[in-house]
């Protein structure tokens, strides 16, 4: 199984990007899916999740109302749009897939695939 993310890059402040994170090799439709971020000098961290079927979304706090997590099966896709970005949300923003599972999933070492990382800035 693969992940590859893309649509990072550098923006406004309170701009938008929409990151997408192609999956392959696997059975997608049944993968909980996720998007973590990591700053520098700072932990990776969970800002959305999503269970297989797309019903059930989670959203860190800190960009709860901004960002909005979907998954098209039929492109084996699953997509991060962020809007009214913060500089405080400028990382390096990862997508990982969980093989099994009928919900979402919030700890990095419940995910079995992730990608390579697509880097966020955000300018003021």
């Known amino acids: 199984v693969q992940l590859v993310e893309s649509g990072g890059g550098l923006v406004q402040a309170g701009g938008s990007l929409r990151l997408s994170c192609l999956v392959s090799?696997?059975?997608?439709?049944?993968?909980?899916t996720g998007w973590f971020r990591q700053a520098p000098g700072k932990e990776r961290e969970v800002v959305a999740a999503?269970?297989?079927?797309?019903?059930?979304?989670y959203y860190a706090d800190s960009v709860k109302g901004r960002f909005t997590i979907s998954i098209d099966n039929a492109k084996n896709t699953v997509y991060l749009q962020m809007d009214s970005l913060k500089r405080e949300d400028t990382a390096v923003y990862y997508c990982?897939?969980?093989?099994?599972?009928?919900?979402?999933?919030?700890?990095?070492?419940?995910?079995?695939?992730w990608g390579q990382g697509t880097q966020v800035t955000v300018s003021s």
């Open positions: 090799g696997g059975g997608f439709s049944s993968y909980p």
């Open positions: 990982a897939a969980r093989q099994l599972g009928g919900n979402y999933y919030l700890s990095a070492n419940e995910y079995d695939y």
């Open positions: 999503i269970n297989w079927s797309g019903g059930s979304t």
